[in-house]
């Protein structure tokens, strides 16, 4: 019993001991983009991101919690404007959001402040592509040296993919449909 306790001991250091080795190669930041064409004039599709109203009705967050409390700054677009969230959801939790930097049609860089995840900056960007508008939007984040952040950070990059895949998906219909 006593051997049959040192080797399974000895395996899980070992396991232990790769996982760490393994997070050597693992970045130590996040980095997503995603994108869609839209096919609205450039004025609406960038009044969905620019006018914080707007988010109610395509943020993925919101969809993660439609109980979700969202109070807005007056004016509620443009720079400087912002809106403040507050969630049961433990994932979502509470915070603010503003617009820190827009250029009108090109660019749109936001600054998040959550109680619970710390501080983030995601940028939204405007060109036309054909006959439409394509809208990207990406985020970079550093989780740091330390293993479990690094695995952490492949996690939320994934789960990120999806959030910003769906926002987008309904920013799209919402500026089609108007």
Do not use: C
Not at 133 to 142: D, F
Request: net charge positive; charged share 25%.
């Amino acid at each position: 019993m006593k051997k049959l306790l040192k080797k399974i001991g000895l395996w899980i250091g070992l396991f232990v001991l790769g996982l760490i080795l393994i997070s050597f190669l693992l970045p130590s930041d996040v980095k997503v983009r995603r994108t869609v064409i839209v096919n609205a004039p450039m004025d609406r599709v960038f009044s969905q991101v620019n006018n914080l109203f707007h988010w109610e009705m395509w943020s993925p967050w919101k969809r993660m919690d439609p109980a979700m409390v969202m109070s807005f700054s007056n004016p509620s677009e443009g720079q400087g404007a912002f809106y403040k969230w507050e969630s049961n959801n433990s994932r979502l939790g509470k915070g603010t959001m503003t617009l820190s930097r827009v250029v009108q049609n090109e660019e749109i860089v936001t600054a998040l402040e959550s109680e619970d995840w710390g501080k983030a900056s995601a940028r939204f960007t405007f060109a036309h592509k054909g006959e439409g508008i394509e809208v990207a939007w990406s985020m970079e984040n550093k989780v740091g040296w330390l293993p479990w952040n690094k695995y952490f950070g492949l996690m939320m990059r994934g789960e990120l993919k999806k959030q910003f895949d769906q926002g987008l998906k309904d920013l799209k219909f919402q500026a089609e449909k108007s």
